[in-house]
């Protein structure tokens, strides 16, 4: 089946521009997760989505960044005003339940995010 | 606050002999991990994942052992091919409504 999808794949924007990054997770995946991967860095965590529960928003840097999903379906990532440091790959990821038991995140290829 | 760290940032093999990849966790509450594989311009990839009421897990051609008593997590793969090289992470979870907290990465490079 389908995998998480990801879009743009790539995207270049000027300083103090907004960017809107998609993310489609794999179908019946109830929880929905978003990560900034810096060049030659590990995963950072941004923000997680289970259901219709209130969205962990713990990992984003700054009130710059947010996120919405609707239901268990599309989400999307908006960065205000970016800035140079705003440059990285941000990657989605999905897994069927979140809770106490024991799960799988699904990753999608990325967006890479350039800001001159 | 928790941390998941790796020994090595970089392992360089020979094509056909065995790699170990390390990783310390310091969060004694975890009691979940995962390896994942990361090549270029990819998302990571699921490897394997393990329980922290086991402290040895094997699948094809890769094993991951837990140490829990120094906090210690290993994959090992045998007979590594060209295709094996990556970044690998591990990743942890603890119980309750808590994301993976992903390590630093490992970059594996296989001398062929």
């Known amino acids: 089946g389908a995998g998480v999808s990801q879009s743009p794949s790539n995207k ?9 990054l998609r993310c489609d997770p794999i179908s019946g ?11 030659g860095q590990g995963l950072e965590f941004l923000i997680y989505f289970q259901g219709n529960s209130a969205p962990d928003k713990s990992g984003l840097p700054s009130d710059r960044f947010s996120a919405e999903r609707t239901g268990e379906s599309v989400s999307t990532l908006t960065i ?5 440091e705003d440059s990285a790959v941000y990657l ?25 | 606050g928790e941390s998941v760290g790796l020994h090595l940032p970089t392992l360089s093999v020979q094509e056909g002999d ?16 995962i390896w994942y594989k990361q090549e270029s311009g990819k998302g990571p990839q699921f490897i394997i994942d393990i329980r922290s009421n086991m402290d040895k897990r094997q699948g094809q051609r890769v094993t991951v052992l ?36 992903f390590g630093k ?8």
């Open chain 1, 92 to 116: 989605c990821a999905s897994s069927r339940r979140f809770s106490t038991a024991y799960y799988e995140q699904y990753f999608g290829p990325g967006t890479r995010l350039t800001v001159t």
């Open chain 2, 18 to 33: 065995n790699s170990i990849i390390n990783c310390a966790y310091s969060n004694s509450a975890s009691d979940y991990f």
């Open chain 2, 66 to 101: 837990l140490n829990k008593t120094v906090k210690h997590l290993s994959l090992q793969i045998a007979a590594t091919q060209p295709g094996d090289s990556a970044v690998y992470f591990c990743a942890e979870k603890n119980s309750g409504n808590t994301p993976l907290v």
């Open chain 1, 12 to 20: 270049v924007t000027e300083k103090g521009k907004d960017v809107e």
């Open chain 1, 80 to 84: 205000q005003r970016t800035q140079q």
């Open chain 1, 29 to 39: 995946h109830t929880a929905l997760y978003w990560y900034r991967q810096r060049l």
């Open chain 2, 105 to 112: 990465g490992t970059r594996l490079s296989v001398i062929a």
